[in-house]
């Protein structure tokens, strides 16, 4: 069964700290990995976005790493803001038609001042 | 740049009544449009997609059907809501020919029905 798990469910962290959310998947085949982030009421945001043959990509204060041969990701928030304050969800796609993504269940991250 | 905007923000709706949640896309042609569920404690689910005017795949089975009359708008609807259908409907949409697979979300419309 394709399934996309992430943890922690939710995480509390000071501003200015470092956080790495993790996520293990077990879609097959496997065409490509993204990160959003989801701030509360609103729609999700992309932040990467990897195919197999990366193993990391950053946007800022976002990084984003993926083993294929494990099938784990990792997003790694460096110098957190209270903004950074919302869901980061973890999303998998099989190849062919993009419109099969395997969605997870996201980590609510809380940057406290 | 490209927009989508959904509307409307909020609705509360009862039992019974009928539903339609509208989605328009600007700046882009022949987008591949999609709608989506969010309901509480679960990740997102996706209802419909559609490849063009008039093309509609239905992902899961419900008391829910999506129409494309023009080539950015893309709607929801409902003859008779369920209380199941409560939660937060996002549209979205992606460049057909993108290698990227990447999907741009609307803000977003939260349902609830009472």
């Known amino acids: 069964k394709n399934q996309v798990e992430q943890s922690p469910q939710s995480l509390i962290i000071l501003e200015g700290k470092n956080c790495t959310l993790q996520c293990n998947y077990t879609v097959s085949p496997f065409s490509n990995l993204r990160w959003y982030k989801q701030d509360t009421g609103r729609g999700p945001v992309s932040l990467t976005i990897?195919?197999?043959s990366e193993n990391t990509k950053s946007n800022g204060r976002y990084t984003a790493t993926l083993d294929a041969d494990t099938k784990q990701s990792s997003l790694h928030i460096t110098a957190s803001q209270l903004s950074d304050s919302a869901s980061y969800i973890c999303?998998?796609?099989?190849?062919?038609?993009?419109?099969?993504?395997?969605w997870g269940l996201g980590t609510s991250l809380a940057v406290n001042p | 740049s490209q927009t989508i905007h959904q509307w409307p923000a909020t609705l509360v709706q009862p039992v019974g009544s009928p539903l339609s949640l509208e989605c328009t896309v600007e700046g882009t042609s022949n987008p591949n449009l999609y709608w989506y569920r969010q309901a509480a404690g679960r990740g997102l689910q996706l209802l419909f997609y559609s490849v063009g005017i008039g093309q509609i795949s239905s992902e899961v089975p419900q008391n829910l059907s999506a129409s494309r009359p023009q080539d950015r708008q893309f709607i929801l609807s409902s003859k008779k809501l369920l209380l199941s259908d409560s939660g937060f409907y996002l549209c979205?949409?992606?460049?057909?020919?993108?290698?990227?697979?990447?999907?741009?979300f609307g803000p977003g419309t939260r349902l609830t029905v009472t």
């Open positions: 979205a949409w992606s460049v057909s020919t993108s290698s990227s697979y990447e999907q741009y």
């Open positions: 999303v998998v796609s099989g190849p062919g038609n993009n419109r099969k993504l395997i």
């Open positions: 990897m195919t197999f």
